[in-house]
């Protein structure tokens, strides 16, 4: 399964967009049981939007003609205006506050479009994004249930309908207390319980661990939700909810952070999102990377313990894997993180279309003019991306920089800067002094350029010796993913040997990488025992975020389970685009299966109905977390637009039209 963002608001195509923006959309491929050849499992396309409160009023309000949320684009452009800006945003509060009225269906509670992740806890599968908590769906009709508070989810059994053994977290049985939820009580309880898109769960206690953060002190707060196996005992110290992360420095952009078997990493780096930036003529996003990039490291269950490691300044926005290091006496030396670093925010800007500032260290370019990062480029039209469009230098989006530092690719204007990277890079915090906070190792593991990763899910908190994720052909590349999230290369990178290697030869701080390789180097390489192995699409193929699925449960002898599975990931063939780079109406996308052993053999490849959007994270799901669903009382529903045969309604059109 995979989510991404698809606006319903979309008849003014002039408008402003970004790949962070759009209604949450969910398309799977469920493997059902064949009734006469269990070796033969019928595959199901399903595809559904998430129902929230968003995409509800869209629907419900014919004449909007753009998302009721302003676009990521408007508040990271440097050409918006700071009244359009504020005028943006206070149209979103203006709509909001008309669906609150008399006469309206449905009224918007939460802002959250549930656009970025899909995960599974406790019964629950669950559609994540940074602005609201999770929204819970059913599994495999991907129906939507209702928005998760930590304790259960909207249009599930009332608690008096549940028995004794299920009552929930932080609940006292027979009534006698409220649960505890996200975000608590208070003014700010709505922006409190805004949930990372990327929570992680513990598969061998099963808990849910997250963060919450919003524009307000303490900025960051911190979750953890145990499962109904923990419940069952009623031990409400189990939970912890929207506890304090002290030391984080404002509102920022926070996409992920890692979780070890013993501890939490927040990421505070220096890529902020607030209002407060407006007041000093700067966009909501803003990037300082002169500023150090911090990571606050704490006990699972002991926030308030953070203890903060700076670094240079830097971009993550995915985390690969985190592990405990232990000493000769048992105790943890050490807390391990292997992370997509980006040493500057291009992506944020080259995604909405907009030139990205200059990078204060750039350098003037050698080579030819990198491209995107999920572009490819190349002199044989034959093999030319079909959605790239050469502009001329001249447009006003490029006005903002300097014309030899920026191109367009598909209208998309990336850096060319050769000292933008986006590398998986290892980093080492040393935990064994309390009186210094050092981190002794931050390097790449490879030059090659990697996003995306995966591991299996055996070993996500815990050491992984294989990293899977996705690259590009081109050597010299912008850090900006471009215009769609769409990839050339899958990668699995050897942990193991490449972190070996590291303690033979130590690669420079900061700026080191353990392999030296080109992309072509690594591609020509026959060395089945190679570190790094990458899978080449053919031409005009490309591929969507993969994700490893174990080909069976694990074996506690053997370490084979890791590189022992699938890869399974949406294709598209864009040589089904027409000559304007648009999409055939009959245009279809693809599920590929890849051996993930040997990185070369595509097992099977399903042919779709339709055409899948280039989205952004996916996940799998087994059978047994299928059956084991929670039981569902209500769905969400699908409103239809209302006549406007009442004065209320056609006032309400009308002013709806006027905002556009």
Same mark, same amino acid.
């Given at each position: ?99 609150? !009225? ?125 499962? +109904? ?23 920022? !952009? ?88 980006? %040493? ?265 109905? %339709? ?38 309604? +056609? ?10």
């Amino acid at each position: 399964m995979r989510n991404g963002g698809n606006p319903v608001a979309n008849s003014d195509l002039g408008r402003d967009c970004h790949w962070f923006d759009g209604d949450g959309m969910l398309s799977g491929v469920w493997f059902d049981r064949s009734p006469t050849d269990a070796q033969r499992p019928i595959p199901n396309f399903v595809n559904q939007f998430i129902v929230t409160d968003v995409y509800q009023a869209s629907l419900e309000n014919s004449t909007l003609r753009t998302p009721i949320l302003p676009s990521i684009s408007t508040l990271v452009n440097p050409l918006s205006s700071l009244f359009y800006m504020v005028w943006r945003i206070l149209r979103a509060i203006l709509i909001v506050l008309v669906t609150h !009225l008399p006469g309206s269906q449905h009224a918007i509670t939460r802002i959250s479009v549930a656009n970025t992740s899909v995960i599974y806890h406790d019964g629950r599968a669950l559609a994540t994004c940074e602005s609201g908590p999770p929204m819970r769906f059913t599994l495999p009709g991907l129906e939507t249930v209702g928005w998760f508070n930590g304790d259960r989810a909207e249009g599930e059994p009332d608690l008096a309908d549940k028995d004794d053994t299920a009552a929930p977290v932080g609940s006292k049985k027979g009534g006698r207390a409220e649960a505890t939820t996200f975000g608590g009580t208070g003014p700010l309880s709505w922006m409190r319980e805004w949930t990372t898109g990327h929570p992680k769960v513990d598969h061998m206690t099963g808990e849910l661990v997250l963060f919450h953060c919003c524009f307000a002190p303490p900025y960051v707060q911190y979750s953890l939700v145990p499962t +109904k196996d923990s419940v069952s005992s009623n031990r409400q110290s189990d939970a912890i909810m929207n506890a304090p992360v002290p030391g984080c420095t404002g509102g920022k !952009l926070m996409h992920d952070f890692g979780v070890s078997k013993n501890h939490t990493v927040i990421l505070d780096l220096p890529l902020s999102l607030t209002p407060m930036n407006l007041a000093k003529n700067n966009p909501v996003v803003l990037y300082e990377p002169k500023k150090p990039a911090r990571f606050g490291v704490f006990p699972r269950r002991d926030p308030a313990s953070v203890r903060w490691f700076e670094a240079a300044g830097c971009c993550i926005f995915h985390t690969a894997n985190t592990w405990d290091e232990y000493g000769s006496h048992g105790d943890i030396a050490a807390v391990n993180l292997l992370a997509c670093r980006l %040493t500057s925010a291009s992506l944020i800007f080259s995604s909405a279309n907009i030139a990205p500032p200059p990078h204060p260290d750039r350098l003037v370019p050698k080579k030819r003019s990198p491209m995107s990062f999920f572009a490819k480029y190349d002199d044989d039209q034959e093999l030319v991306d079909p959605e790239k469009v050469h502009v001329d230098e001249s447009s006003p989006l490029l006005s903002q920089g300097e014309s030899s530092s920026c191109t367009r690719v598909s209208g998309v204007p990336i850096s060319c800067d050769e000292q933008e990277q986006c590398r998986l890079y290892y980093y080492r915090f040393a935990m064994s002094s309390s009186e210094s906070n050092i981190i002794t190792h931050q390097f790449a593991l490879a030059a090659i350029p990697f996003e995306f990763p995966t591991v299996s899910p055996y070993t996500e908190m815990a050491y992984a010796r294989y990293i899977y994720g996705c690259s590009t052909i081109d050597e010299c590349f912008g850090a900006a993913l471009g215009k769609a999230t769409k990839v050339e290369l899958v990668v699995r990178m050897d942990v193991t040997t490449l972190l070996a290697r590291s303690r033979n030869k130590r690669p420079e701080e900061i700026t080191g990488c353990v392999d030296n390789r080109s992309v072509e180097e690594i591609l020509s390489s026959k060395d089945s025992s190679d570190p790094i192995r990458a899978f080449r699409l053919p031409p005009k193929h490309f591929a969507q975020e993969p994700r490893f699925v174990p080909r069976k449960r694990k074996d506690p002898d053997t370490e084979s389970h890791e590189e022992d599975g699938f890869l399974v990931f949406y294709v598209f063939d864009e040589s089904q685009l027409d000559e304007h780079g648009e999409c055939t109406p009959d245009a279809k996308s693809e599920l590929w299966v890849l051996d993930a052993a040997t990185m070369d053999e595509v097992i099977c490849k399903i042919r779709l109905p %339709t055409r899948v959007p280039y989205g952004l994270h996916g996940n799998w799901f087994s059978e047994e977390k299928i059956i084991g669903q929670r039981s569902v009382k209500t769905l969400r529903a699908t409103p239809a637009a209302l006549p406007a045969d009442t004065r209320w309604r +056609k006032s309400k059109a009308s002013l709806l039209g006027l905002l556009g």
